[in-house]
């Protein structure tokens, strides 16, 4: 099978409770990796950013303690601060995954928990 590199990318918004952001970091990357049927050996790397409002935990770090579809202790993670825009949603922490995949993938894009309205075009 043929494959080639894409990005999948999500976001999800969260109160600034180390739980919550666990919960909603393993949400959103179990999403990703089941809808796109994606593996850790495929993964190229996974980053994050998050709106100054998030400061209690890193989502890289809420991704390697929390519960996810498939093993992560391996995979690239980096985290950075969002850029700030004034008006911009608050409390969002996006996700970009990297990633081989079959050229014929429908890619699946996940918007979770109020960010859908990041992009309603990628929403359901």
């Known amino acids: ?8 990318r999500g976001a999800v918004c969260s109160e600034n409770t180390k739980e919550e952001i666990t919960k909603n970091v393993c949400t959103l990357f179990n999403q990703i990796v089941t809808l796109n ?8 790397s996974v980053q994050f950013t998050l709106t100054k409002e998030i400061t209690v935990l ?7 303690l929390g519960d996810t579809v498939i093993d992560t ?8 601060q969002e ?6 949603m608050k409390n969002v922490i ?3 995954v990297t990633t081989y995949a079959p050229e ?6 996940v918007y979770l928990n109020g960010a859908e309205k990041l992009r309603p ?4």
Do not use: Q, W
């Open 121 to 124: 075009d990628f929403s359901k």
């Open 94 to 96: 996006r996700l970009l």
């Open 37 to 44: 049927s994606l593996s850790a050996d495929d993964i190229v």
């Open 83 to 88: 850029a700030y825009i004034e008006g911009g």
């Open 73 to 80: 202790k391996e995979l690239a993670l980096f985290c950075s």
């Open 1 to 8: 099978m043929n494959k080639k590199l894409i990005a999948v």
């Open 104 to 109: 014929n993938i429908e890619k699946h894009n």
């Open 58 to 64: 890193n989502p890289a770090t809420a991704l390697r």
